[in-house]
């Protein structure tokens, strides 16, 4: 039972480069969502996605983007990488709004 | 602005005792609270969670209570194992939105 899968674990990125943060679950959940965790602060929500082809902001979307084309795929793009990403991502889905989270593993992003 | 609080970073508790891990609240239209435990390198998974309805709620050796004129919930971990040293999240979301809110964390040891 995988639950959610993140890939890659940990990344070094150069400024202006760019990415995509892999995430999957096979839970057959409708929500999911990326947060980032910096030091010493509580997780924000970056996107999060309520079903197949549906997208939303969180409450810091800037420099990222998304895209949900199954519902088991939520894969996190970043275009222009800046050393204010760097960050700890995890992804996390929900069977519904308002339902425990369920996070991967995390992918650790330097931006030098 | 940070609209879930634990202004305590690290709690120490000898193994046996009582841990209280303390959380506060800004937007009375919070009605959902959970607490996530995080160990290094992995993501946080899901504690225990209370309701608005509800002043507590018990699980086996976690019980959260939540008092919503002053709205502060606390989590009591009772006996406290070393095992249970890790981060502890909590977490709260409003009916009316997709997004959870997390507060920036409580580092528990419990010392042998």
């Known amino acids: 039972n995988a639950g959610v899968t993140q890939t890659p674990k940990f990344r070094i990125l150069k400024i202006g480069q760019s990415m995509t943060l892999q995430c999957a679950q096979d839970?057959?959940?409708?929500?999911m969502y990326w947060y980032r965790q910096d030091p010493g602060m509580g997780l924000k929500l970056i996107y999060y996605?309520?079903?197949?082809?549906?997208?939303d902001k969180g409450e810091v979307p800037n420099g990222y983007n998304v895209s949900r084309s199954t519902t088991e795929d939520f894969p996190l793009r970043l275009e222009l990488a800046a050393p204010s990403q760097t960050s700890v991502y995890f992804c996390?889905?929900?069977?519904?709004?308002?339902?425990?989270?369920?996070f991967g593993s995390g992918t650790q992003l330097s931006v030098l | 602005d940070q609209q879930v609080k634990q202004n305590s970073p690290s709690l120490s508790v000898q193994e046996g005792r009582i841990s209280i891990l303390n959380c506060d609240y800004t937007?009375?239209?919070?009605?959902?609270f959970l607490w996530y435990k995080k160990y290094p390198a992995e993501g946080p998974t899901f504690l225990i969670s209370?309701?608005?309805?509800?002043d507590k709620n018990e699980d086996g050796r976690f019980t959260v209570f939540l008092n919503k004129s002053a709205k502060h919930l606390s989590l009591h971990i009772v006996p406290s194992q070393p095992g249970d040293s890790a981060v502890y999240f909590c977490?709260?979301?409003?009916?009316?939105?997709?997004?959870?809110?997390f507060g920036t964390g409580t580092s528990l040891t419990v010392i042998p």
């Open positions: 996390a889905s929900s069977i519904t709004t308002n339902e425990k989270l369920f």
């Open positions: 839970m057959n959940h409708n929500y």
């Open positions: 996605s309520v079903g197949a082809g549906i997208t």
């Open positions: 937007n009375s239209m919070f009605d959902y």
């Open positions: 209370i309701s608005s309805i509800k």
């Open positions: 977490a709260a979301s409003g009916n009316t939105g997709n997004q959870f809110y």
